[in-house]
């Protein structure tokens, strides 16, 4: 059975955690990193100290997105892992992409969820949402000549923005409209698991 080791309030174990559940996997998920803490075991397996980390059988990985394509390839088969490199570039971009997104979306993030109120910054929350929606001009445009990130077809090039936009419309914020995005976060709404997964309050 899969194990993930990691809280599910973080972005990047929520992508494990989702794809788990389209690929129709059993797996266990323990608590790891923030307030449950990171013991000497935890360590052993990812000497990064962050989260998530896996166990499939003999095989234990690090780093969020390398989880994703690992267990599309293992356990997706064509349908997640295509066999053409064109098709596979084409979700994996978008992987790649989205650390560019995490960090314009940071300070949106931590002063409006994780900073106390008195230690909130209006200015940086304000650049981030600018930062944000530069992004997210670039994807309104793809997604208006494509119905996917990953293309034709729901893949694992969409899984890690469907994490941040999901954060992207939970914020207290003001935000500009980009109607493609919206269109394509409602399809991303009815995914496998994603309430369970993804759509859980910020914290």
């Not at 266990?28 to 449950?36: A, C, L, M, N, S």
């Not at 936009?165 to 500009?176: G, K, M, Q, S």
Request: proline share 6%; glycine share 6%; hydrophobic share 45%.
């Amino acid at each position: 059975m899969l194990t993930i080791w990691g809280r599910l309030n973080s972005h990047n174990v929520k992508k494990v955690a989702w794809l788990a559940v389209e690929l129709g996997l059993e797996f266990e998920r323990i608590d790891t990193g923030g307030q449950f803490g990171m013991d000497a075991a935890y360590l052993a397996k990812n000497p990064n100290a962050l989260i998530p980390t896996i166990e499939d059988g003999e095989v234990t990985l690090w780093e969020s997105n390398a989880i994703l394509r690992y267990l599309a390839a293992r356990h997706g088969g064509e349908r997640w892992w295509p066999s053409n490199p064109a098709q596979r570039a084409t979700a994996d971009r978008w992987m790649d992409w989205q650390f560019a997104y995490a960090d314009a979306q940071r300070d949106a993030f931590l002063h409006n969820v994780r900073k106390p109120a008195a230690e909130r910054r209006p200015d940086l929350i304000a650049a981030s949402i600018d930062a944000c929606a530069k992004h997210l001009a670039v994807m309104e445009r793809y997604l208006d000549k494509k119905p996917w990130l990953s293309g034709d077809a729901f893949g694992i090039g969409d899984i890690p923005m469907g994490v941040y936009v999901n954060t992207w419309f939970a914020l207290p914020i003001e935000r500009p409209s980009f109607p493609v995005v919206e269109a394509w976060f409602e399809r991303i709404r009815t995914r496998p698991g994603f309430a369970e997964q993804v759509a859980i309050p910020l914290s």
